[in-house]
């Protein structure tokens, strides 16, 4: 420590820190994720593509439209209003998002199948269902948390007003909260384009674009041609879709429209009904079916494979976290300070985090080809995949934190070091721990950057994919169980440490 408050005084040391960070995030991160557009020998575009790419964006369209239609009357319901057992509900909201990806695949298809309900093959509906599950939290969550900063005194003028409940909503509440349910959105859609493992699982004949282009890739022999080409197309639209939105989440405008005050009047009166029904959706549509695969386990939950599987995911995301953790402090600390490229930086994190891990994995695999051992540029891209949800709330909470505390330790005398682990890193522990854990458990669930990478390493939701495709549901189920144990320990951590005082 004494070294390196030392060092800290020294302003070259922290330039080159600084450099080191912006180094890693631009050349490991973002810069290999846009190398793919160099691999680009001859471009190939096919049936099979526009059909996968229209069968990506349709299922990411309709899941989010489902989310909001519901996931807005749930937020409002666990926002604004009291009843019975409404902690456990507001707790319960989160357990998808516990769910590693590919156990949810495995749990959707045996609810829906044939194991199940039977009420859907795999295929188009199963998919849908499935990206509706874990999608579903992230519309909740944020419109939850952007309708609880609102003003409340801003919907009792209104009321007092004459507006009925629903003319309330539509015109005061709505606008104010229109931000959190677009993040909300945009999430939700972006995390549909993006899955992969868990598609595998339910989409039988039918390809997303992850799914096509993992086949591409690891098919005998590998088309790299479609896969590029598809990948680069797929990259450039996300990118696109991404700066849309941003900008448009933006803008203040919000159109009232016509005001209908008598229909609206009475169409308030059955506001009960559409709690219930975002309540009811949760229950019966999120839940239930996400918890099926329970019911198939064998009980054997520490065979030899699985437990090289983890093993091998252990090892993967810790070494993952540990470069994220090096380099994204820094970064987020450059972020945070404001400086002129600070805001690019800022954007460019949010958009590698919006970016399909299918095609981030492609991009490194061929960036490294032939320069580094697989098993290195596997770390490396899950280090990229996690990296952006380790930064961007550490930045966060850094860019709101109040800097008078550090500036009256340095001005007594305190290093640059020092003033950081004395005063500011107790500040931010909680958000630190929270990013580490998310960030932790995205490596341990990642499925479609692990299959760009490689064909050859299992991590634990690659065999639990691969159990389940070949009709070994009861030991898939177990490892997926181990693995779920595994995100429930991590979650109870994180709530531990965020109590913690630091």
Avoid at 173 to 198: C, D, H, K, V
Avoid at 250 to 259: E, I
Avoid at 436 to 461: D, Q, R
Avoid at 469 to 491: D, E, F, R, T, Y
Wanted: hydrophobic fraction near 55%; aromatic fraction near 12%.
């Amino acid at each position: 420590m004494n070294f390196l408050d030392k060092a800290s005084q020294n302003h070259v040391w922290g330039k080159l820190l600084n450099v080191a960070a912006i180094v890693f995030f631009l050349f490991f991160v973002l810069g290999p994720l846009f190398f793919i557009f160099n691999q680009m020998g001859s471009f190939r575009f096919s049936e099979p593509m526009l059909d996968a790419l229209v069968t990506s964006f349709f299922v990411a369209g309709v899941v989010t439209v489902v989310d909001l239609l519901f996931g807005i009357p749930l937020a409002w319901l666990l926002a604004k209003k009291q009843f019975p057992l409404k902690p456990l509900v507001d707790g319960l909201v989160d357990l998808p998002l516990i769910i590693p990806t590919s156990a949810l695949g495995l749990s959707i298809a045996l609810f829906w199948g044939q194991s199940g309900l039977g009420i859907f093959a795999p295929g188009l509906g199963m998919i849908v269902v499935l990206h509706i599950a874990f999608t579903f939290p992230y519309v909740v969550r944020t419109t939850q948390a952007a309708i609880m900063e609102i003003d409340c005194d801003l919907g009792r003028a209104a009321s007092t007003l004459g507006a009925s409940p629903l003319l309330s909503f539509r015109s005061v509440w709505l606008p104010l909260f229109r931000t959190g349910a677009i993040s909300g959105a945009i999430l939700a859609f972006t995390r549909s384009l993006g899955e992969t493992g868990a598609t595998m699982i339910v989409a039988g004949a039918l390809r997303t674009v992850p799914v096509l282009v993992v086949y591409f890739k690891n098919s005998t022999p590998a088309d790299m041609d479609a896969a590029v080409s598809l990948s680069a197309i797929f990259l450039m639209l996300s990118a696109i879709l991404f700066f849309i939105v941003h900008h448009q989440s933006g803008m203040k405008r919000f159109r009232l429209g016509k005001v209908y005050a008598d229909a609206e009047k009475r169409l308030s009166n059955f506001g009960w009904s559409s709690d219930a029904a975002g309540a009811l959706f949760l229950f019966l549509i999120v839940l239930l079916p996400s918890f099926y695969f329970l019911k198939f386990t064998d009980y054997n939950f520490f065979s030899p494979k699985t437990m090289d599987a983890m093993l091998v995911s252990f090892g993967v995301a810790t070494t993952a976290i540990a470069l994220s953790i090096i380099f994204g402090l820094p970064l987020a600390l450059i972020i945070a300070s404001k400086k002129s490229y600070s805001g690019l930086l800022r954007l460019l994190v949010e958009m590698s985090m919006l970016m399909p891990t299918v095609t981030i994995g492609l991009s490194l695999s061929l960036f490294w080809a032939g320069k580094l051992d697989e098993a290195v540029v596997l770390v490396l891209a899950h280090a990229a995949i996690i990296f952006p949800y380790f930064v961007s709330p550490v930045s966060e909470i850094l860019s709101d934190m109040d800097k008078s505390l550090v500036e009256v330790a340095r001005s007594l005398g305190a290093t640059p070091f020092y003033a950081f682990r004395t005063i500011t890193l107790p500040l931010i522990m909680p958000t630190v721990i929270a990013g580490t854990v998310i960030a932790f458990m995205h490596s341990m669930s990642e499925t479609g950057g692990t299959l760009a990478v490689s064909k050859n390493i299992a991590t634990i939701p690659i065999l639990i994919v691969d159990l389940t495709k070949a009709g070994q549901q009861a030991q898939a189920a177990s490892a997926a169980v181990l693995l779920l144990a595994i995100s429930l320990v991590l979650v109870i951590v994180l709530r531990m440490n965020q109590r913690k005082k630091w």
